[in-house]
């Protein structure tokens, strides 16, 4: 896994009982759901923490306040929403919906989504929602006021559908598995022999390879694409061999829905790094804007089932040479550490 960190919020809790259904209170489903998540992300070994443990009453400011404390405001801070959706309607539609962050693009909601399909929970569609006074601002607060993190909201269906209740009380642990393998599946660690692309609108593979400097025949090669059609959300696997570096750099353009961290994360290097290699005071980015990315003096995160030996065999190194340039006096090391590996 790469450098994430969880953060659970169940949804409502206290005196505010979300959405109610009978005798069932939505803050009651989305407490069970939470801690089972807890639970299982512990045992992946990704470090988690959850916005409440109890039925306790937070306002909007102290549940903010405890997202943006847990871990620190940054990108690589996800937040998992857990609610159970309602209408104003006696029976309601039926099926999960995940929403995002205007600042985030769709592929990790997309990938939850995906994943509570496989696990047989009816779904609607991932979407992004605007505040009607300032578009340029998210609707929900958990998106709006958690600055830099990656938050989603995960709604598993409608509290006020009979159909999707039974489903969510019966089945809550595969829904809870599906958002936890969503979680390793986003953030799992990219292969070392390739950069990763995203297409997005208006992209070509003419245009990907003019941006990393490689020709349209590698990418065909690569990905064994035959043709000139791409889909906005495909994934494009570009060779490291065939990139072309500019010194110790390569040359990206931000695109929409780009953050320092996704970018880090694509080209195997770290947010430190390239705000370093281009002189950045904050982690905004503006669409077109054009970013050095260190490609020497790799640095590397520990990820959980990590040791020496396998740093060294994925890196062509040698243990001794990874203690030498990181000051080790042990072979013992921690998920998250930062270890120098060229």
């Known amino acids: 896994m790469e450098n994430i960190k969880i953060v659970i919020d169940a949804g409502h809790g206290g005196e505010d009982p979300g959405a109610v259904k009978g005798d069932v209170k939505e803050k009651?489903?989305?407490?069970?759901?939470?801690?089972?998540?807890?639970?299982?992300?512990?045992e992946a070994g990704i470090p988690v923490t959850m916005t409440r443990i109890d039925d306790e009453t937070l306002s909007k400011d102290e549940r903010v306040r405890r997202i943006v404390e847990a871990y620190g405001n940054t990108p690589n801070v996800i937040v998992i929403s857990n609610h159970i959706n309602s209408t104003a309607d006696e029976v309601g539609p039926e099926g999960a919906e995940i929403i995002y962050a205007l600042r985030n693009n769709s592929e990790f909601a997309q990938n939850i989504l995906d994943e509570l399909a496989k696990k047989g929970q009816k779904t609607r569609n991932v979407y992004q929602r605007r505040l009607p006074s300032d578009e340029s601002k998210d609707y929900y607060f958990i998106h709006r006021e958690t600055e830099n993190t990656t938050p989603v909201i995960v709604e598993y269906g409608f509290i006020n559908n009979p159909d999707d209740l039974?489903?969510?009380?019966e089945n809550y642990k595969e829904y809870v598995d599906a958002v936890v393998k969503a979680i390793k599946e986003t953030f799992k660690p990219q292969n070392q022999n390739f950069v990763t692309y995203v297409v997005k609108n208006g992209d070509t593979l003419w245009s990907i390879a003019q941006r990393f400097g490689v020709s349209v025949e590698t990418l065909r090669r690569a990905n064994g694409i035959y043709s000139d059609m791409l889909r906005i959300g495909q994934i494009i696997k570009i060779p490291r061999e065939s990139i072309a570096y500019k010194d110790e750099y390569i040359m990206y353009a931000v695109q929409p829905g780009d953050t320092l961290w996704a970018i880090a994360r694509r080209f195997q290097t770290t947010v430190d790094s390239i705000m370093v290699a281009n002189n950045l005071t904050s982690n905004m980015l503006m669409i077109g804007q054009q970013l050095k990315i260190p490609t020497r003096n790799h640095i590397y995160?520990?990820?959980?089932?990590?040791?020496?030996?396998?740093?060294?065999?994925?890196?062509?190194?040698?243990?001794?040479?990874?203690?030498?340039?990181?000051?080790?006096?042990?072979?013992?090391?921690?998920?998250?550490?930062?270890?120098?590996?060229m």
């Open 28 to 42: 009651d489903l989305t407490l069970m759901i939470s801690k089972y998540m807890e639970e299982k992300l512990k």
């Open 301 to 341: 995160i520990v990820r959980y089932g990590d040791s020496l030996w396998e740093i060294a065999r994925r890196f062509q190194t040698t243990v001794e040479n990874l203690k030498r340039m990181n000051n080790l006096t042990s072979d013992t090391i921690y998920i998250g550490q930062t270890l120098k590996v």
């Open 166 to 169: 039974k489903r969510i009380q």
